[in-house]
């Protein structure tokens, strides 16, 4: 991500983190993310954040993880695992499993075919 992305994303982020009441030390506690990080993150000096931990902020301070990808010029979305590798680590399901998945998925995006 751009300098001006991770300074826009550090600012929704303390934004978002002011406005609820929290400290960063709150963060901290409630998430188990280390302030080092989370003041580097809020700073936008930070160009290439874990997503794991962002998204996990996110959901403490209701951010949507789009907002948050808009944010970053599709950062998030760019660093996340392929489809298969996810229910292949996250969940161990087999190729057929997967690939049942993704024509369930491609039956949604177009009811047509």
């Known amino acids: 991500m751009t300098d001006q992305q ?12 002011t406005a609820a009441g929290y400290s960063i030390r709150d963060i901290e506690h409630y998430t188990r993310i280390p302030v080092a990080w989370l003041a580097r993150v809020e700073s936008g000096t930070y160009l290439r ?11 403490k301070l209701e951010i949507d993880p789009e907002e948050m990808d808009q944010e970053t010029g ?3 979305s760019t660093q996340l695992p392929s489809t298969r590798a996810y229910f292949r680590a996250k969940h161990g399901m087999k190729h057929k499993q997967i690939d049942r998945i993704e024509r369930l998925v491609k039956k949604l995006r177009d009811p047509q075919n």
Do not use: E, H, S
């Not at 991770?6 to 983190?17: E, F, M, N, S, V």
């Not at 954040?49 to 959901?59: E, I, Q, S």
């Open 74 to 76: 599709g950062y998030l």
């Open 49 to 59: 954040p874990g997503v794991d931990r962002l998204f996990t902020v996110a959901a």
């Open 6 to 17: 991770a300074k826009d994303l550090g600012r929704l982020i303390t934004t978002r983190r």
